[in-house]
């Protein structure tokens, strides 16, 4: 990593320190603009699917396809990303994203767009997203001069994508409404320009590969292994599965909630997705202003039963104002969630396996998704939208109560590693009790 022991570091506040770093302030001024496109064209097609189909079942199929490659070839992208130049990857991958979403705006643009076009170039770009998304992960720690600066990296990283999600859904809900969604995919297009401008800027020393072995099969044993030995990882990969799965099931009901239930138009449907972006934007506000990663476990406690309420609560909902405020502590929780589990797992992990371990992470993330759209749009199409949204909450109760039985467990795994690292100071105090959370 670049020293910078010759130029004094520019002095931000503490919720920003990770911006201190040279490589991070690249990567986020290029990734911050990049997710503006990438929130658009996301609103965009999900209302271009909407209106070609009027299908729930359709719109759910259509995220399925766009998701399921995540699922497919994570791991091997977790492999690929600690054996090979990271940051090369990523350009690669930022190109391809970028070929995709041209290919999409000029089909919509030329007025021969159909839902089986949308699927299939959705499923290519869920292919450049599994190599893409594990290895941005990894690669933020390799941006960090100072270990304590990670968390509020990752803490940015998160908020820059639910920033997006604010300003992105907004300006698509306008841009459609007066110029077609093709519009919107074009300008995602000409946004990973400066992503690609950015991870060019950027110097990143070469990474020592001392626990590579000779064949990719031998370290994805090794991932597994290394997964299944460690219960931290896995309890905390479960509930990113659970958040994850419900968490895309109401996004790809919304077209549903605007159109139907709350009787509204694309405007609204942007307005609802910006909602919860506010809320996340609101919960990455909250994490990087915080000093330790101590105290992560019970937010994501807390923040998983708090989403829960929220979807049955947005279940009930017939008022566009009241929809909003839900959605905004949805998209709180959600994010104080998800963040949470993602810093931990970032601060635990052996370094040679980073790459590995957040493939799985994404394998989850992106797994659960798909079947999560795909049963949305299933079960909402015998039951209803709102139907679906309230077992969604009612699972993710469960789910935050069987986490609050694991804490104890979890934790003593994890005050070890903590007292290693020095993030906990004495082991005369008893983990998780003497903590402000």
């Not at 070469?206 to 309890?235: K, M």
Request: glycine content about 10%.
């Amino acid at each position: 990593m670049e020293s910078s022991h010759t130029t004094p570091q520019p002095r931000f506040p503490d919720g920003l320190r990770a911006l201190r770093n040279r490589n991070y302030r690249f990567f986020f001024v290029g990734q911050g603009i990049s997710n503006i496109g990438t929130w658009m064209q996301m609103v965009a097609t999900s209302w271009l699917v909407f209106r070609l189909t009027g299908s729930s079942f359709m719109m759910g199929l259509v995220s399925f396809s766009a998701q399921l490659p995540a699922f497919i070839f994570s791991p091997v992208a977790g492999v690929v990303g600690d054996r090979f130049n990271r940051k090369k990857i990523l350009i690669i991958a930022q190109a391809g994203a970028m070929a995709q979403a041209s290919a999409l705006a000029a089909v919509t643009l030329l007025g021969v767009v159909n839902v089986w076009q949308v699927m299939a170039l959705g499923f290519v770009l869920g292919c450049v997203n599994a190599f893409e998304m594990p290895t941005r992960h990894a690669l933020v720690p390799e941006m960090i001069e100072q270990r304590h600066d990670l968390s509020n990296a990752i803490a940015l990283h998160s908020g820059l994508f639910n920033a997006a999600r604010l300003v992105g859904p907004a300006i698509a809900g306008l841009l459609v409404a007066s110029a077609g969604e093709g519009v919107c995919f074009t300008v995602n297009a000409v946004s990973f320009i400066a992503a690609l401008a950015a991870l060019k800027a950027m110097r990143i020393a070469p990474r020592n590969r001392n626990g590579i072995h000779a064949t990719f099969i031998a370290d994805l044993r090794e991932g597994i292994a290394y997964l299944t030995e460690f219960p931290p990882i896995p309890i905390l990969l479960a509930i990113v599965a659970v958040l994850t799965m419900n968490a895309m099931m109401f996004p790809v009901l919304l077209p549903i909630f605007a159109g139907r239930i709350l009787e509204g138009g694309s405007l609204t449907y942007g307005f609802l997705v910006a909602a919860s972006g506010l809320g996340a934007l609101a919960a990455t506000v909250f994490l990087a202003r915080r000093r330790s990663v101590l105290g992560l476990d019970r937010v994501i406690a807390i923040c998983f039963s708090l989403f829960g309420l929220g979807l049955i609560a947005f279940s009930f909902s017939r008022l566009l104002l009241l929809s909003l405020c839900i959605l905004t502590v949805i998209g709180f929780a959600m994010i104080g969630a998800l963040t949470s589990c993602n810093t931990i797992i970032q601060t635990i992990v052996d370094e040679e396996k980073r790459g590995r371990i957040m493939s799985f992470y994404i394998m989850v993330f992106m797994g659960a998704s798909p079947f999560g759209s795909f049963l949305s749009g299933l079960i909402s199409e015998h039951a209803g939208a709102q139907a679906t949204v309230f077992g969604g909450g009612l699972l993710c109760l469960l789910g935050s109560v069987l986490f609050a039985l694991n804490l104890p467990a979890m934790r003593r795994y994890t005050k070890p590693l903590f007292l290693k690292m020095g993030i906990i100071k004495s082991d005369s105090k008893p983990y998780g009790m003497d903590q402000i959370y």
